[in-house]
């Protein structure tokens, strides 16, 4: 029992001091061991093992890469208000689906809110708003390539039922890839409190929480009304989302148009690289790609880095940033390997559009990275 304890707290020491990337807001990151985390500051050590200390309105972000093998087996539920959560749906009584997540418990989730749920498959069905055409009825995507519209009447942990225009259909979840939700409108305007955080968790889930704190290997939060611990193990990025920095990958778009390319929808893929390389903050496209962000009070700057992957000889990509309706950077016959930084001041413009293009008369080899980009304050 001794040597197990013993085991157990050298596991726990060695992962206090396992290496986060702090990214402060200047943009610039480091590689820090995280001590604490209040509603005023971060303390850490740095690379030459001495403690520093970080106010919290100059933190942006911490990264880890985390090993632990925690990937959801089950599915993941997409909200409208950009939260998502890995589990598996328990029943569903009147208006409320109630939801089992293995770090946090049982979760309430007005069906209003659900865009979708998925396996964590990156081949699974995804969402047809990507392609500009958001779903006018439910829609249930089957394993074996079926598909059966209609209206969601009924979840339970073993089965959902659609209402098909013939019939009532009730399909074990064992034989679901996705399901997608009618779309009903746009969501309420969140209401942030002063300082919050989006935090992603290593099954997949990423929610929005506030009051966080850090501290002895663990993090208390509030999300969804509801208090919060999880060892850090369980966690792999915290964002600052009202802070100096917005990460436009974390925020959820007011306008997409992805156009089809050979027949199916070409979507964004966010947090991967165009060859699907993990990439926080990256948002991945093939043109035609438009994607559209409000711009909330205080932000002077928007931010851009963008990469053509060195594999795609027949490359010919053009990308725009605009403000409102007005271009104000151009990027034309952008090949293989091209990588470059815009920075536009954003004056008095309330929308940012990212737009990628192909002078490609085939359409072909249209994949371009938007690297981590930004508003600054």
């Not at 990025?237 to 929808?265: C, H, M, R, Y």
């Amino acid at each position: 029992m001794k040597i197990a304890a013993i085991i157990l707290a050298f596991a726990s020491a060695t992962y206090a001091a396992a290496p986060w990337q702090l990214t402060s807001a200047d943009l610039h990151s480091q590689t820090i061991n995280l001590k604490a985390l209040n509603a005023d500051s971060l303390d850490y050590i740095d690379t030459s093992g001495h403690p520093q200390h970080l106010p919290l309105n100059q933190f942006v972000q911490l990264q880890h890469e985390n090993s632990s093998e925690n990937a959801s087996s089950g599915f993941i539920i997409i909200l409208n208000n950009g939260q998502r959560y890995a589990g598996t749906a328990q029943r569903m009584t009147g208006d409320q689906l109630s939801w089992q997540n293995p770090l946090l418990g049982n979760l309430t989730i007005p069906v209003a809110s659900v865009l979708q749920i998925h396996r964590p498959d990156p081949d699974a069905p995804r969402r047809s708003e990507a392609a500009g055409l958001p779903p006018t009825e439910d829609i249930i995507h089957l394993t074996n390539g079926d598909i059966a519209h209609g209206a969601i009447s009924a979840m339970s942990a073993q089965n959902i039922t659609i209402q098909t225009s013939t019939t009532s259909l009730s399909v074990p979840w064992s034989n679901v890839a996705t399901v997608e939700f009618a779309s009903i409108g746009n969501p309420p305007p969140a209401t942030q409190p002063t300082q919050s955080f989006q935090i992603a968790l290593d099954d997949g889930s990423t929610l929005q929480a506030a009051q966080l704190a850090i501290a002895e290997d663990a993090a208390h939060f509030i999300t969804n009304g509801s208090a919060q611990t999880l060892p850090l193990s369980h966690i792999t990025n915290i964002e600052q989302l009202n802070g100096p920095v917005l990460f436009l990958a974390s925020v959820k778009p007011i306008e997409q148009i992805q156009t089809p390319l050979l027949g199916d929808a070409s979507s964004a893929r966010y947090g991967s690289t165009a060859d699907n390389t993990p990439l926080p903050n990256a948002i991945s496209v093939h043109a035609y790609s438009q994607l559209q962000w409000a711009v909330p009070p205080d932000y002077r700057t928007v931010h851009v880095q963008y990469a053509v992957p060195s594999n795609l000889p027949l490359a010919d990509i053009v990308l725009r940033v605009k403000l409102d309706d007005r271009t104000v950077s151009e990027k034309t016959h952008l090949h293989a390997g091209a990588n470059s930084i815009i920075d536009v001041p954003l004056g008095d413009a309330r929308r940012v559009t990212l737009e990628a293009d192909t002078d490609n008369p085939y359409r072909v080899q249209g994949f371009v990275t938007w690297l981590s980009p930004a508003l600054i304050k």
